[in-house]
């Protein structure tokens, strides 16, 4: 399975929602807390774009090292309809600065000096270390997920099905009654993760594993033919 620190930084590189919050702030409006852009450097620091003007920019302005404590909350969402939709949520947390030169006109950038980490999610929760996040990377299919799982549920739902002959006894009667929907969740190299659902209050989860890790587009293409063609034995 993918690592505490792998999963986090794959959150930050491609999850939809992202807020800076900066306590002892007053409460500041949504278009200054979200980052319009943000990136791990080499140290596992984070850079984040606000407006110049946002009131985090003005204290990290003035603060120096270790003096502006912060939070980056990080909220993930599936990209298909399933029900309890929220698959994960983290935070990061460290100390604000400012890094000069690096944005444009009415924008700035900020440094958060990674503390630690935190991520919940449908793997369970953990904390992750300052050193773990830095030496960690991002989930090679993370890029492309979202279209992946669109696609999937979108031209491969009876597929998607036949996934249900995998899961025994129980889940195979009510496959075969039309009483289940199996919905794409979420992808990674590891494996795929699907929602089985009666209605919207009976549903569960079930992972089906790679035969080996895949590292691109082509080795997904082989392990999701051999996962289908398990299936339909």
């Known amino acids: 399975m993918p690592s505490a620190a792998e999963r986090t930084r794959t959150l930050l590189q491609n999850t939809c929602s992202a807020a800076l919050l900066v306590p002892g702030l007053r409460t500041a ?3 200054e807390l979200t980052p319009s852009s943000r990136s791990v450097g080499p140290d596992g620091d984070l850079f984040l774009e606000l407006p110049a003007a ?18 980056l909350e990080l909220t993930d969402v599936a990209p298909v309809a399933v029900p309890h939709r929220i698959r994960a949520r983290a935070r990061v947390s460290g100390w604000l600065t400012t890094v000069p030169g690096l944005s ?7 440094r958060l000096e990674t503390a630690e980490a935190h991520v919940d999610d449908l793997w369970g929760a953990e904390a992750v270390g300052a050193d773990a996040f830095r030496d960690a990377a991002p989930d090679p299919l993370a890029g492309h997920e ?13 597929q998607l099905d036949t996934l249900g002959a995998l899961l025994g006894g129980r889940a195979e009667e009510r496959r075969a009654a039309h009483r289940l ?27 089906f594993e790679f035969p080996e890790p895949v590292r691109d587009l082509a080795g997904l293409r082989r392990a999701m033919y051999t996962l289908f063609e398990a299936a339909a034995r």
């Open 181 to 207: 929907r199996i919905v794409p969740l979420a992808l990674d190299r590891y494996g795929l993760r699907v929602r089985v659902c009666e209605d919207r209050e009976l549903c569960f989860d079930a992972r």
């Open 146 to 158: 979202a279209e992946l799982l669109q696609h999937l549920h979108a031209a491969h739902g009876e």
């Open 29 to 31: 409006c949504w278009d």
């Open 54 to 71: 946002s009131r985090a920019a003005r204290a990290a302005a003035h603060a120096q090292d270790d003096e502006l404590a912060a939070v």
């Open 104 to 110: 444009g006109p009415g924008r700035t950038t900020l």
